[in-house]
């Protein structure tokens, strides 16, 4: 039987840290000590820390990508005071699991899920595992996927009660970028709508651009022991 299966964040990142370990730690063993002349270089506890460092990196980001990011899915949605009956928007939802897990708080409300499904970002990634993931979630009759970018959506204004985000915002790669994606946000957000996104970077930027609308926002974390990078939250409520 298939499994859900919410995907392995930045899976590539992961590969490289453990490839670089695994060189590190057989340089170190080959080549304990390096000589260049009179001068011999050893090579040996700075490899071992070196290795390790990019073993633990890689680790974590697994960590969280199995049990981490459940949490902090949990911890976003737990901002939101429900009524069931909200239009919610997963900005960048991967394999859905914040559009997922906010369609299962929801009566008659709809949670639509956005995304250009790039791989490099998240394992697996596409809107056919999104679905399927869905499906066997028992959400599928809340949820609706869309090709979409957050820099220029097809939604009108003042469509959403909720708009949700997690790592997705810092892979826009100029500033100028991000601060678009942040005014759409407000565009697209109710008159007392609130926007949750979570990041490892820019999150003071995203807090500025939301108050430059008119939002009143806040920043709540950092969380550093569940997290990996460690994640922000920025909740912004539109006026």
């Known amino acids: 039987m298939k499994k859900i299966n919410y995907g392995v964040d930045a899976p590539k990142i992961i590969i490289n840290s453990f490839l670089i370990a695994i060189i590190l730690f057989g340089i170190v063993i080959i080549f304990p000590v390096v ?118 959506t097809n939604f009108q204004d003042c469509y959403f009660d909720v708009v949700l985000s997690n790592l997705c915002l810092h892979n826009i790669n100029d500033k100028e970028g991000r601060k678009k994606a942040c005014r759409e946000i407000h565009r697209i957000l ?5 926007a949750i996104i979570s990041d490892f970077k820019h999150c003071k930027e995203y807090k500025t651009e939301f108050q430059k609308s008119g939002m009143a926002a806040e920043i709540i974390g950092t969380y550093y022991f569940d997290t990996f990078p460690p994640l922000t939250i920025i909740r912004a409520v539109k006026k």
């Open 190 to 194: 109710k008159h007392n709508g609130t």
């Open 35 to 152: 000589k260049i002349g009179r001068s011999n270089i050893h090579f040996f506890l700075f490899g071992i820390i070196s290795g390790v460092a990019f073993l633990l990196n890689g680790l974590m980001m697994l960590l969280y990508a199995r049990i981490g990011k459940f949490r902090h899915r949990d911890r976003m949605l737990k901002l939101i005071n429900w009524t069931g009956y909200e239009m919610v928007l997963d900005v960048g939802t991967g394999l859905g699991l914040l559009m997922n897990g906010a369609a299962k708080l929801l009566k008659s409300g709809k949670s639509i899920g956005i995304d250009i499904w790039n791989k490099e970002d998240l394992s697996k990634n596409s809107s056919d595992k999104t679905m399927l993931n869905a499906k066997m979630e028992g959400v599928a009759g809340k949820i609706e996927i869309k090709d979409e970018n957050i820099l220029k």
